[in-house]
């Protein structure tokens, strides 16, 4: 199990139902103290009661340093994590998460483009009060099946943004015309687009030109990523997969295996460990040459082949 | 060894990766720790390997100057993420010596190592230059409060 020390401790703190399918949970720490910072478009782990772990996109506002809100849409043929969330998860409850990273910075130094597929409006949720402070020019095309589908229509408008949002709606309207966004752009202007695969793919193949303008999220960002490598503990025959956004501590420690490990930057080598087969690469800062060939530290360290021996 | 100190800021949290908060004072515990701050609770990151010489930290305000000047980072006192920025006090030469805190005394055990989730919490590249220079750590001999500008003085 993951230990809560190595998690942020969060509390549900209120659960708000905003229509049939979808939710926001508003975490908080249980002593109200703040929690750590994120910027627009960052998401987090939830480690579920049941150890899945899911990643989900803040959806509140940066400024307010007190709380994460997450929008959890429930997917009945998913894999489980939305399922848990909206059945067994109350207000009240504990929930441990990661430090919020950012794999789509959503920037306001230049004009803001925003397509939002279905639930893919999520990040852009903790964008909105940002660029609305900052006056800087910006639209978001929200795109859904039917009205109904689309669950934060509501809240959009509430934050006067009624006008500023275009909505599309494929079941009774035109679709979102991508060509005609893309053109639309100024030459200084960026495109980010999070939803469902089709639509990602779409985008992609019609905004070639664009370069470093074209900002895409995938949900799930991690899951279900094929591991980087995979590491054998010789000891008990566990093989534990390493993915490629993971140290291989953190894959070790996901795994159960108790590891010791203090300044996890490849210079204490409190995590020393030693490693039987495999190519591994050392990156640690204060081991001697001839000390490598015996030890490596998972905490910085790799494996150049698709699997490496530790004895462990 | 002679040298007389401050204390510029003082710094606690509850539990792993929370801001820390600013106070104006801190209640040091003998044998414990400070109240309030994570490593008297068992919720501070490595507590699952105590150490009975990480029961108070301290780190130098000429530091934060330092990382400003060289390297164009500016990381404020609270981000640093120990309890107490001195101004004036050689905490790399304390280790194995005890020094007065206004009216309590320390006993410095080691130097602190940086730790690298200082980088993910502050979204800073500061690890490497963090080396050497991330403070000190100290057991408490003798307790009770302590205030911002309080002297730091060898015992
Ligand atoms: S934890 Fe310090 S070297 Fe790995």
């Known amino acids: ?312 | 060894m002679k040298f007389t100190g401050k204390v510029e800021g003082l710094h606690v949290t509850p539990r792993s990766f929370l801001p820390m908060r600013n106070m104006g004072s801190l209640e040091l515990v003998e044998g414990l720790g400070i109240e309030g701050d994570r490593h008297s609770m068992n919720e501070a990151f490595h507590s699952d390997r105590p150490e009975e010489g990480r029961q108070i930290t301290f780190f130098e305000a000429e530091t934060l100057e330092a990382l400003k000047r060289d390297h164009d980072i500016i990381l404020r006192p609270e981000q640093h993420r120990r309890n107490v920025t001195t101004r004036g006090v050689p905490l790399n030469h304390l280790v194995g010596r005890r020094f007065r805190v206004g009216s309590c005394v320390v006993e410095a055990t080691r130097l602190s190592t940086p730790c690298r989730h200082i980088e993910q919490i502050t979204g800073l590249e500061i690890y490497e230059v963090l080396l050497h220079r991330a403070g000190l750590n100290a057991k408490i001999v003798k307790g009770g409060q302590i205030h911002l500008g309080d002297f730091i003085e060898p015992e």
């Open chain 1, 1 to 312: 199990m993951v230990k809560s020390i190595h998690r942020v401790t969060t509390r549900v703190m209120r659960i708000d139902q905003i229509d049939a399918r979808v939710r926001l949970l508003h975490l908080q720490d249980p002593d109200g103290w703040d929690l750590p910072p994120f910027t627009a478009g960052a998401h987090i782990d939830i480690h579920l009661p049941s150890g899945l772990i899911r990643q989900y996109s803040l959806s509140g506002d940066p400024a307010r340093g007190d709380t994460y809100t997450i929008a959890v849409q429930r997917q009945d043929d998913g894999r489980g994590g939305s399922r848990e969330l909206h059945d067994n998860v109350i207000a009240g409850d504990e929930l441990l998460v990661s430090l919020p990273r950012n794999t789509f910075p959503i920037g306001k130094d230049a004009p803001v483009t925003m397509v939002a597929g279905g639930i893919g409006i999520t990040p852009f949720l903790s964008a909105l009060p940002s660029l609305m402070a900052s006056g800087q020019t910006f639209t978001l095309h929200y795109c859904a099946r039917t009205v109904e589908r689309a669950s934060f229509m509501p809240m959009l408008k509430e934050m006067g943004l009624g006008d500023r949002v275009q909505f599309h709606f494929s079941e009774t309207g035109p679709r979102l015309d991508l060509e005609r966004v893309i053109s639309d752009l100024t030459e200084d202007g960026h495109l980010y687009c999070c939803g469902p695969t089709r639509m990602l793919d779409a985008v992609e193949l019609k905004s070639d030109d664009l370069g470093a303008r074209l900002h895409v999220e995938h949900f799930g960002v991690a899951a279900g990523a094929d591991p980087a490598y995979e590491v054998l503990l010789a000891r008990s025959g566990q093989v534990v997969p390493v993915a490629p956004e993971q140290t291989m501590l953190q894959a070790l420690r996901a795994a159960d295996v108790d590891m010791p490990a203090s300044c996890e930057g490849g210079v204490c080598l409190e995590c020393r460990c030693r490693w039987l087969d495999g190519t591994p690469i050392h990156r640690e800062l204060t081991m001697t040459l001839s000390d490598r060939d015996e030890w490596i530290t998972p905490c910085v360290s790799g494996s150049a082949g698709p699997r490496l021996t530790l004895d462990l």
